[in-house]
């Protein structure tokens, strides 16, 4: 049975939180096109109203990110202490990094670049090559 869809071509994560259930993180697939040719790349926290499946996933906030993605994982840390209220979601790109970013502030700003942003919290370059057993 369908719910919801979203016509993107993205990876996606489950929010860690048991309060926010109902939260999806979708990151731009690696390798792939949409209808418009459209080469970005972008991390966006989409929200899942299962009490009306026919409304379309609210974007609640997006930014940009350095490179496509081959996976998403959406974790706990720093929820307890709220130094991250709603986690961190690490992300394995195409161009070999992975980045951490903090689920709040993309929420709170909405939409916002890569460039001078604080939703980034670290990038790391673990070896060349693709990220994809992350």
Request: aromatic share 6%; charged share 15%.
């Amino acid at each position: 049975m369908k719910l919801q869809e979203v016509d993107k071509n993205v990876t996606v994560a489950w929010s860690c939180l048991p309060s926010q259930p109902a939260l999806l993180a979708g990151g731009t697939v690696a390798g792939s096109l949409d209808s418009n040719f459209d080469t970005s790349a972008h991390l966006e926290i989409l929200s899942l109203d299962l009490a009306r499946p026919s409304k379309p996933l609210q974007v609640l906030g997006s930014t940009t990110a350095p490179d496509r993605f081959h996976k998403l994982c959406w974790g706990m840390t720093g929820v307890a202490n709220e130094t991250f209220p709603q986690g961190v979601i690490a992300g394995g790109l195409a161009n070999g990094t992975v980045n951490l970013w903090d689920a709040s502030k993309i929420i709170r700003y909405r939409v916002f670049s890569l460039h001078g942003s604080p939703l980034l919290l670290r990038a790391l370059t673990l070896h060349s090559g693709a990220p994809n057993p992350l």
